[in-house]
């Protein structure tokens, strides 16, 4: 998965799963960019749990080069395999949003946020008043807004770290609600090439 939300098959590994119910067909083709609202980041390993990638009739597998990436595509914490993340997030939610914080809740909310219709919904911002881990376009590319700098995304790795615009206005990828947990504080983990 790309911040820009697409189904991708590329060859690096990513520190997170993802799921968005089912994406294949039975010739394991990507036939849709979504079937549930419910789109969530799960652990690579649970509980010695073993699956076949893009099993026909079962919900296809999406991987982020991090959760910051997982944020920007849409998604949330895992409330089974990362249940300290996901508490941690909804409690931010509802601190923030003063609404019930349920899943369900949520994944409305969120998926209000990340599509326009059928395609990723962005916004503008000024650059200056977005949080940590946060994802931005500048040229067509995404770049990770992360200690004051940006990091370009590939699948493998963030590039070299580029300076961070003082001011200006600029395309945000991670949906407004997405941008306002981590707002709020919540940390999301980061590839540790990003570490700078």
Known sequence: MTPFGEVVA??????????RGVLHDDDRRIVRPWDVRRWIACLLEFRGRK????????YTELFFLDEA?????????????????YVRFRDLWADRFGLPAGAD????????????????????????????GAYVELDGKAMLLWRSSLYPWSDSGY???VALPVRGEV?????????EILAAGYRPGVHP????
């Open 51 to 58: 699956r076949e990638v893009m099993t026909p009739r079962r």
């Open 171 to 179: 395309d945000v990828l991670t949906p407004r609600s997405l941008v």
């Open 105 to 132: 809740d949520m994944d409305a909310r969120i998926h209000r946020d990340r599509l326009d219709g059928k395609a990723k919904q962005t916004y503008r911002d000024k650059i200056e008043s977005l949080p940590d």
């Open 10 to 19: 590329l060859p690096g590994r990513g520190t997170l799963m993802g799921n």
């Open 69 to 85: 990436a997982a944020f920007s595509a849409g998604h949330r914490p895992c409330a089974e395999c990362r249940r300290p993340d």
């Open 159 to 161: 590039g070299p770290r």
């Open 193 to 196: 090439s990003a570490a700078g």
